[in-house]
């Protein structure tokens, strides 16, 4: 297989997989299996192309933004709150990411890791849809309380671990804390922007000679990155659609099904 097929197929997988709970980074360790690549060679491209999904929620949610921005020097205190959760949600997994980085790019390198916890996500999340007490929070990111943000932050570090989908665990923890489903949904969309930030910024650091060397294909990135870029937002656009009128169980079916099959490749490979 071509390297600019390779790309290709890479940014697909991270604009589709990304801002669904299926867990993009566990797609993309599956694929350098099935595809039969060197993960290692691709870890810089597969880091930078986050950015290009990235970008899609800030064109999407631009008005969002722009009034939050504005809202914050006329000092509103809706702009503010939005900001204050923002943050909230995205402290837990800052914090142990830069404590426990060494280990979580260790589970990084296991596929196996990855299928079972898409088998057991898959399962979880059937378990939420069913059991879940109906919504009880206003809706609006802003109107969310700073407790509700801080534990959807805990719950987002279960995504350290590869395959659990940090959109799954942090919609599904905030299902759990009585948000609705689109808040749910949009604050993990909103939530990605500085977690996936952090991340690409401290990955790209420790990793920096090699990307300085004269082996980093930037063509070869930007293809990436412009793929994951217009994947995302389609699937962007249509996630809120499918949430709303079925639930979160066909992508937890999905998980089942890919995990299992997954599994099922590697053992008799």
């Not at 933004?65 to 204050?84: C, D, K, N, Q, Y």
Request: proline content about 3%; glycine content about 8%.
């Amino acid at each position: 297989m071509s390297v600019l097929l390779t790309a290709i197929i890479l940014g697909i997988v991270e604009g589709l997989t990304e801002f669904i709970p299926v867990s993009s980074t566990g797609h993309l360790i599956l694929a350098s299996e099935l595809l039969g690549y060197d993960a290692a060679d691709w870890a810089t491209f597969n880091v930078v192309i986050q950015l290009g999904a990235i970008l899609a929620v800030i064109v999407l949610y631009w008005r969002t933004f722009w009034a939050v921005l504005a809202g914050m020097f006329r000092s509103e205190p809706t702009s503010w709150h939005f900001i204050r959760n923002v943050l909230l949600g995205f402290l837990p997994s800052a914090v142990l990411g830069v404590l426990f980085i060494d280990n979580i790019e260790a589970l990084l390198e296991n596929a196996e890791v990855v299928c079972i916890t898409l088998v057991l996500g898959g399962i979880a999340i059937l378990l939420i849809e069913r059991y879940v007490k109906p919504a009880d929070i206003e809706p609006g990111v802003a109107a969310m309380p700073a407790r509700t943000a801080l534990r959807i932050g805990i719950f987002q570090c279960l995504s350290m671990i590869p395959g659990v989908s940090r959109s799954g665990a942090t919609i599904m923890g905030a299902l759990t804390l009585g948000v609705e489903r689109r808040t749910a949904a949009e604050f993990s969309f909103f939530l990605a922007v500085p977690t996936m930030l952090g991340a690409t910024t401290v990955v790209l650091a420790r990793n920096m000679d090699e990307i300085t060397s004269s082996n980093v294909d930037w063509g070869l990135i930007g293809v990436g990155f412009a793929v994951s870029f217009v994947v995302a937002v389609v699937v962007i656009k249509a996630f809120i659609g499918i949430v709303s009128r079925y639930g979160f169980a066909p992508f937890a079916w999905y998980r089942i099904v890919a995990g299992l099959g997954a599994l099922a490749w590697l053992s008799a490979a």
